[in-house]
């Protein structure tokens, strides 16, 4: 089968490849035929080294697909169903799942050091586990959740990570308030998801904040009350707030000096929500001082902040009641073949969410 495969970390292209082959399906694991799959910025991130990941490798995380075989022991999965992938699949058992927090769970790491694919003897990685740019994936049965056979492939698909984290971000880290302000600093696709769950917990005021025009003009289509770019960041704090600064910031970039802004933009007693996936170098500084006096509370947001299955039925239910536009963030199609032209998309910002067909 085919599969897009970065063979060293920093290069900026593919490529898509015959003849890639996937392991057995051994106990406890599934194959999946993917059907759709996304491509999210943290893609990028560790095609470029930002994110940690093992190359050579094959991107993506979001992806949808059916499921062609089932290994010996795996319950609850048969072939035939429609399956949605998680790349942080929680256990269960753990003392974070017990409590409820299934994105905390560590056990998906356990998928992460084992190769997914084989080509021209050499093995390959999947990204975060899973790798969903192919057309074919074997994974563990809990990076495997059931899709609802009216919820679309390329829908579900955007499920798997993008907007269950940036809804679970306003609804279930943020706990947004209705009546409130916000600001969502950094307008692709979590972002935008962002915008329509602090619409969704009913913010009076939303406030888009991104360089790229037609990512503000996306903001305004799902939801913001006002667009600007991020030197319109400080007008809008006086008008909107009289100074006093927004409810509720998020940041969805995952850089030191937006996560700066965004902190000086909330109020006192305010909430900065850190959602943006950053290096591990790249440190945010702030004052003893300035935390103790502001009170303002540090929100980072993993996956929906929430239990992950949890999140996937609240998105897919909001979408179903028509309150999240989901097939509206879906801005391209492409064939597996012209993936590098999706990646120049969202690196030049022309792209919201790109889908692969696969």
């Known amino acids: 089968m085919r599969a897009a495969v970065l063979h060293e970390t920093g290069q ?123 057309e074919e994936s074997v994974v563990a049965a809990g990076c495997a959740v059931k899709l609802p056979d009216d919820v679309p492939f390329a829908v579900g698909a955007l499920i798997g990570c993008g907007v269950t984290t940036g809804v679970g971000a306003a609804v279930n880290t943020a706990k947004v308030e209705p009546g409130s302000s916000v600001a969502v600093i950094g307008c692709g696709g979590v972002g935008i998801a962002a915008i329509q769950g602090a619409r969704v917990a009913g913010a009076a005021q939303i406030v888009a904040v991104d360089p790229v025009a037609a990512r503000r003009e996306w903001a305004l289509r799902f939801g913001a009350t006002e667009a600007v770019a991020p030197d319109g960041l400080g007008d809008a704090v006086q008008r909107l707030t009289g100074g006093e600064g927004f409810d509720y910031a998020f940041e969805v970039v995952g850089r030191s000096a937006t996560v700066r802004a965004a902190y000086d933009a909330v109020r006192r007693g305010g909430a900065l929500v850190v959602v943006g996936a950053g290096a591990m170098d790249d440190n945010a500084e702030f004052n003893m001082f300035e935390l103790f006096f502001n009170e303002k509370r540090i929100l980072p947001s993993l996956y929906g902040g929430s239990d992950v299955l949890r999140g996937y039925r609240t998105v897919i239910d909001l979408w179903r009641a028509g309150r999240l536009d989901l097939e509206g963030m879906i801005t391209h199609h492409v064939r597996l073949e012209d993936i590098n032209d999706a990646v120049q998309q969202m690196r030049s910002g022309e792209a919201l969410r790109t889908v692969i067909d696969l």
Request: charged content about 15%; proline content about 8%; overall charge negative.
């Open 12 to 134: 900026e292209k593919l490529e898509v490849h015959d003849g890639v082959t996937v392991p057995a399906t051994g106990p406890g694991k599934v194959k999946v035929r993917m059907r759709a799959a996304s491509l999210c910025h943290s893609d990028l991130s560790a095609m470029s080294g930002v994110l940690p990941q093992p190359a050579p490798f094959v991107p993506g995380h979001e992806g949808a697909g059916e499921i062609t075989e089932v290994g010996a022991g795996v319950e609850g999965l048969a072939v035939g169903d429609h399956v949605v992938v998680c790349w942080m699949p929680p256990c269960g058992v753990c003392p974070s799942c017990l409590r409820g927090e299934g994105n905390l769970c560590l056990a998906g790491f356990a998928n992460m050091g084992t190769p997914n694919y084989h080509h021209d003897g050499a093995d390959i990685f999947g990204f975060s586990g899973t790798g969903t740019f192919a």
